[in-house]
């Protein structure tokens, strides 16, 4: 049979179209003589936890579950506590003397903290100080004081139960999260002049005690704060007339206002105002039972140039005056303390 060279041609360029890939598809490259294939990735192997330091440990309070633990704290005054200088005395013609501070009247200090641990929660702490009325609050497994107690007590509980954070070894230095003073109950005449602060615990040793280790603690603490106190007037008696809402109305009410403010100026004679805290002490904690075995230290809180109205607006975060201060744990809980309010 004879074929016509167009048809061959055509017949010829169909054959090869249909053969040619189709666009965009790509061609495995050949492999060298001799190549073998990656065996399949292996499944990610979870890697063991680090082991923890063995000259590090983690100070925490251990307690079971409801079988709670209470510690004595005893502030003795150290002799001289209730001194307080001479104000000083201006000289010159109608100087008038500056208002002298009350003395420090240090009162010995006596407090049971409870702590329990109920079944699900926080830490539960009863602060129950001689004298006063008990107060309650909660606490984490570190000791830091969650929440409850009032200012005073707050800090004082943070001083004694509040332990560092992560792992600490021979050394190893971490602070308090707690302020020894408070400037604000002096109100906004009151301009900071120098302050000072230092907040330290430091684990200075580790040795064993039969199947448990003894942790020491020294904490070196002191906050100062000194400045100027200008007493400010009170706001202007001025009664409104009731001006109404007309706009010559309410810009003699807005000018009233305004003079209000000017007469919240300072006024009076500016005082010298200092506080200062420190606070000194040495603890062993048991680390495997997870509490004191023993802390002692001392304590000194003085303001001067203020009299605070009552406790409560206190500057100085802990009790006034200088104290000797002992905690020691108690044998079970005493019945009096009602530990079924904690529950």
């Given at each position: 049979?004879?074929?016509?060279?167009?048809?061959?041609?055509?017949?010829?360029?169909?054959?090869?179209?249909?053969?040619?890939?189709?666009?965009?598809?790509?061609?495995?490259?050949?492999?060298?003589?001799?190549?073998?294939?990656?065996?399949?990735?292996q499944a990610e192997v979870a890697r063991p936890a680090e082991a923890p330091d063995p000259n590090k440990v983690l100070l925490r309070w251990k307690?079971?579950?409801?079988?709670?633990?209470?510690?004595?704290?005893?502030?003795?005054?150290?002799?001289?506590?209730?001194?307080?200088?001479?104000?000083?005395?201006?000289?010159?013609?109608?100087?008038?003397?500056?208002?002298?501070?009350?003395?420090?009247?240090?009162?010995?200090?006596?407090?049971?903290?409870?702590?329990?641990?109920?079944?699900?929660?926080?830490?539960?702490?009863?602060?129950?100080?001689?004298?006063?009325?008990?107060?309650?609050?909660?606490?984490?497994?570190?000791?830091?004081?969650?929440?409850?107690?009032?200012?005073?007590?707050?800090?004082?509980?943070?001083?004694?139960?509040?332990?560092?954070?992560?792992?600490?070894?021979?050394?190893?230095?971490?602070?308090?999260?707690?302020?020894?003073?408070?400037?604000?109950?002096?109100?906004?005449?009151?301009?900071?002049?120098?302050?000072?602060?230092?907040?330290?615990?430091?684990?200075?040793?580790?040795?064993?005690?039969?199947?448990?280790?003894?942790?020491?603690?020294?904490?070196?603490?002191?906050?100062?704060?000194?400045?100027?106190?200008?007493?400010?007037?009170?706001?202007?008696?001025?009664?409104?007339?009731?001006?109404?809402?007309?706009?010559?109305?309410?810009?003699?009410?807005?000018?009233?206002?305004?003079?209000?403010?000017?007469?919240?100026?300072?006024?009076?004679?500016?005082?010298?105002?200092?506080?200062?805290?420190?606070?000194?002490?040495?603890?062993?904690?048991?680390?495997?039972?997870?509490?004191?075995?023993?802390?002692?230290?001392?304590?000194?809180?003085?303001?001067?140039?203020?009299?605070?109205?009552?406790?409560?607006?206190?500057?100085?975060?802990?009790?006034?005056?200088?104290?000797?201060?002992?905690?020691?744990?108690?044998?079970?809980?005493?019945?009096?303390?009602?530990?079924?309010?904690?529950k």
């Amino acid at each position: 049979m004879k074929r016509s060279l167009p048809g061959l041609v055509l017949s010829l360029c169909t054959l090869f179209a249909c053969k040619e890939p189709p666009p965009g598809e790509m061609e495995p490259i050949p492999r060298p003589a001799g190549y073998e294939a990656p065996p399949p990735p292996q499944a990610e192997v979870a890697r063991p936890a680090e082991a923890p330091d063995p000259n590090k440990v983690l100070l925490r309070w251990k307690l079971a579950v409801d079988s709670p633990i209470a510690l004595r704290l005893e502030g003795t005054p150290e002799k001289g506590a209730d001194a307080a200088p001479a104000p000083a005395k201006k000289k010159g013609k109608g100087a008038q003397e500056a208002p002298a501070s009350e003395p420090a009247s240090s009162k010995a200090l006596n407090i049971v903290y409870v702590l329990q641990q109920p079944e699900t929660g926080d830490i539960l702490l009863r602060v129950v100080p001689s004298g006063g009325p008990p107060d309650t609050g909660t606490v984490s497994e570190r000791g830091f004081v969650l929440d409850g107690l009032d200012k005073t007590m707050h800090t004082l509980a943070d001083l004694m139960l509040e332990l560092p954070r992560e792992r600490v070894g021979l050394g190893d230095k971490w602070s308090l999260g707690m302020d020894l003073v408070d400037p604000a109950p002096l109100g906004p005449g009151f301009a900071t002049k120098k302050s000072d602060r230092r907040n330290s615990v430091k684990l200075t040793a580790l040795t064993p005690e039969g199947d448990d280790r003894v942790a020491t603690l020294e904490y070196d603490l002191h906050e100062s704060v000194s400045g100027v106190l200008s007493p400010l007037a009170g706001p202007s008696r001025i009664k409104l007339q009731g001006h109404g809402k007309s706009p010559l109305g309410k810009k003699k009410e807005k000018d009233e206002h305004e003079h209000e403010k000017e007469q919240e100026k300072p006024t009076g004679t500016p005082r010298d105002v200092s506080m200062v805290v420190t606070v000194t002490g040495r603890g062993e904690f048991l680390v495997k039972a997870g509490r004191w075995r023993a802390w002692q230290g001392s304590l000194s809180a003085r303001t001067e140039g203020y009299t605070p109205k009552s406790p409560a607006s206190a500057t100085a975060q802990l009790p006034e005056g200088k104290y000797a201060l002992r905690l020691t744990p108690l044998e079970g809980v005493p019945a009096e303390l009602k530990l079924e309010a904690l529950k």
